[in-house]
Structures are given as structure tokens and as C-alpha cells.
């Protein structure tokens, strides 16, 4: 069982910026990809970015391409979510996802984070 514990949140004005970490444990051996996803208040929780545990490769929403990155270390069985430049619709809650393939951090599957809390002020 994997288990995910998001930290990072907070309170930022916009322009500023925020790194969000995502600690996994439990069957890591399994996870082989992991995703960001946030839910704003009254919308549909959306993917932000993923990566690829082995290779690296990143894959992100066209919406924070050039301002977020997304990254991993290994040792630590961390990932991170690097947010530059916020604007006030970035406010939402962030969720870490975990799956065994980039096709399946798409999918209604894997493993989800608790969750934090992302507020942006104008």
C-alpha cells in the first residue's frame, strides 16, 4: 500500500512563489509515475504535471507550462511541485498522485494525497 503526505501549502501573493513536496511510502517499488492535480473551489479536480520515477520525463497542463516544474529525488522518495509566478486562479487545493504509469496518473486509478491547501492572493 502506498501511502502520500503533501506539505508545502500556504498563503502567497500573486507573482510570488511556492514548492509543494510529496513524501511516498509504503510499495514504492510499484509507482513508476507521479502527478500534481488540483480542485478549486466549485470545479472539477484538474491534472497540473506528472513525471516518469525512472526517465524523468515531465508532462504538464498547458495552463502552468513555463511556470511550474516538476521534479523527483529518488533517495528521498520525493516529489516536487516548484510554482513561480502565481496568479490568483492557481488557488486551489494540490493533490499528489502515485501510479504504476503515466497513462494511469491520467486515469480515475492510483493513489491520492491528502492534500494541500494553495491560496493566492491578488
Known amino acids: 500500500q502506498v501511502q502520500l503526505v503533501e506539505s508545502g501549502g500556504g498563503l502567497v501573493q500573486a507573482g510570488g512563489s511556492l514548492r509543494l513536496s510529496c513524501a511516498i511510502s509504503g510499495r514504492t517499488i510499484s509507482t513508476n509515475a507521479m502527478g500534481w492535480f488540483r480542485q478549486a473551489p466549485g470545479k472539477e479536480r484538474e491534472f497540473v504535471a506528472a513525471?516518469?520515477?525512472?526517465?524523468?520525463?515531465?508532462y504538464y497542463a498547458d495552463s502552468v507550462k513555463g511556470r511550474f516544474t516538476i521534479s523527483r529525488d529518488s533517495a528521498k522518495n520525493t516529489v516536487y511541485l516548484q510554482m513561480n509566478s502565481l496568479k490568483p486562479e492557481d488557488t486551489a487545493v494540490y493533490y499528489c498522485?502515485?501510479?504504476?504509469?503515466?497513462?494511469?496518473?491520467?486515469?480515475?486509478?492510483?493513489?491520492w494525497g491528502q492534500g494541500t491547501q494553495v491560496t493566492v492572493s491578488s
Open positions: 513525471i516518469g520515477w525512472r526517465a524523468g520525463s515531465t
Open positions: 498522485k502515485a501510479a504504476e504509469s503515466i497513462l494511469v496518473i491520467y486515469s480515475t486509478r492510483g493513489t
